[in-house]
């Protein structure tokens, strides 16, 4: 199922956080080969994730991670802000409309039903607090992957080419592209509310979802 | 009965705390809710506020020490998404008699709040709140969240204004490519068009037009043309 849980809160989760964390350290540092940190104890972290962002986490049945995002308000420090500025066009993209989608990742061995349901997370949060766009820094080797799941940004600016290519994109959720996530994750949007409102909603909404 | 452009014009027209206050009063009657509250805690910890909450409550509020366990700034503290009360948890007996408490005040029993965090662990809550039921409710944030989480930051932006002791630029700097934006649009020519013109997506543009929407604090992209206008950035 689909967890949103803030940094703070992913404490109380520690085999969702240790499964994650480990899970980017192996995207992010030995597939893709990034500039990342890896710590001693095999965790991906940066800065960003001492922000208290939210991650949106496809949770698999033994309570580990299957694959997450992570989000921030582009009020307040984002990697496109304090890194990328020079590839949106000389815009500043801040709004409270606006929030920043950063680490994508997919545990190994996930299917496309895992990438499905993370762009359902993505459509809750988009819909449910308002907001009109995601904007994202992407490389060659993730615009890939997001072309195989289907969730194409659209490309503000780049820099370099091929294999050292560095995008800033958006992302939106169309009302249309709802009936198309939510097949390939195969579940109804009232299944998607549910697992929404067991993060955000009421304790009775909490109860229910884990039933 | 006034605009919500007129409203937040105003608004950011504010020269002090009691202009702040008139403006949470406007909004209230604007949306016919029970109150509007906006109320912040600042990098050094003072906190203040402009609301219609009752004076009695709100003193009420601060003798009690309700800070510590209202689950309001509990749920809201550090996060940055907008909370509907209900989604709260008041299974706590002390959140039950607090909230029976503020009912007691004239607080309604449906609330909205948008947590806006601002630089140096600046944070503060901007509250919609009512008495109604459920669906009305449900009804009442899907159609007006945007406008309020919005209106929410440039509550803050005037705040922060007030605390640095500094008029932030009146006129807001637009980069070249938000000024050709609000240009096009100025002259009428549809996003499709700008876009091309531009040569860009349309999806592109629509976010240059939000950032220069919230640069120049309106409520809305006709809004934002007007102010971009009446403040000398473009001219058509």
């Known amino acids: ?211 | 009965m006034k605009t919500l452009e007129y409203l937040i014009e105003e608004l950011q027209r504010a020269e002090e705390l009691a202009h702040l206050q008139t403006a949470t009063e406007r909004l209230r009657d604007h949306y016919g809710i029970s109150h509007v509250v906006y109320h912040w805690v600042n990098s050094v910890g003072e906190r203040f506020g402009a609301g219609t909450y009752s004076s009695e409550w709100v003193d009420r509020y601060l003798e009690k020490g309700y800070l510590r366990i209202d689950p309001v700034i509990v749920g809201c503290f550090q996060r940055f998404s907008p909370v509907d009360w209900k989604q709260l948890d008041w299974s706590s007996r002390a959140a039950q008699e607090f909230f029976r408490e503020a009912i007691g005040y004239g607080v309604g029993n449906q609330g909205y709040t948008i947590p806006v965090r601002g630089p140096s662990g600046q944070f503060a809550l901007f509250t919609a709140n009512h008495d109604c039921n459920d669906d009305t409710w449900t009804r009442f944030i899907a159609a007006n969240g945007r406008d309020l989480m919005i209106i929410a930051h440039e509550f803050n932006r005037k705040a922060l204004e007030f605390e640095s002791a500094s008029a932030l630029l009146r006129t807001p700097a637009l980069s070249p490519r938000e000024l050709s934006a609000m240009t096009y649009l100025a002259k009428g020519y549809s996003r499709a068009r700008a876009a091309e013109e531009m040569e860009i997506s349309e999806h592109t543009l629509r976010v240059y037009i939000e950032a220069a929407r919230h640069k120049l604090g309106a409520v809305n992209t006709t809004h934002a043309v007007a102010r971009a206008l009446s403040a000398g950035l473009i001219i058509v």
């Not at chain 1, 940004?153 to 800033?168: L, N, R, W």
């Open chain 1, 1 to 211: 199922m689909l967890r949103y849980l803030y940094g703070k809160d992913l404490v109380r989760h520690p085999r969702l956080l240790d499964s994650m964390f480990r899970h980017r350290a192996e995207q992010f540092a030995r597939r893709l080969k990034w500039d990342v940190t890896v710590d001693s104890r095999g965790y991906e972290r940066d800065a960003y994730d001492a922000l208290n962002p939210l991650y949106v986490i496809w949770q698999l049945p033994d309570g580990s991670h299957g694959g997450s995002m992570r989000f921030l308000p582009t009020l307040g420090p984002t990697m496109v802000a304090d890194h990328f500025g020079h590839l949106s066009g000389g815009v500043r993209i801040e709004s409270p409309l606006i929030w920043e989608c950063t680490r994508f990742c997919l545990a190994p061995g996930s299917d496309r039903r895992v990438a499905a349901a993370l762009v359902l997370g993505a459509g809750e949060i988009m819909e449910n607090f308002h907001l009109s766009h995601f904007v994202g820094v992407f490389d060659h080797r993730m615009e890939r992957i997001y072309r195989i799941h289907g969730v194409v940004p659209d490309v503000i600016g780049t820099q370099g080419s091929g294999a050292g290519m560095i995008g800033v994109g958006l992302w939106e959720m169309k009302p249309e592209a709802w009936p198309r996530v939510l097949a390939r994750v195969g579940i109804g949007r009232a299944t998607s509310r549910a697992w929404f409102a067991a993060s955000f909603g009421a304790p009775a909404a909490r109860r229910a979802a884990c039933a």
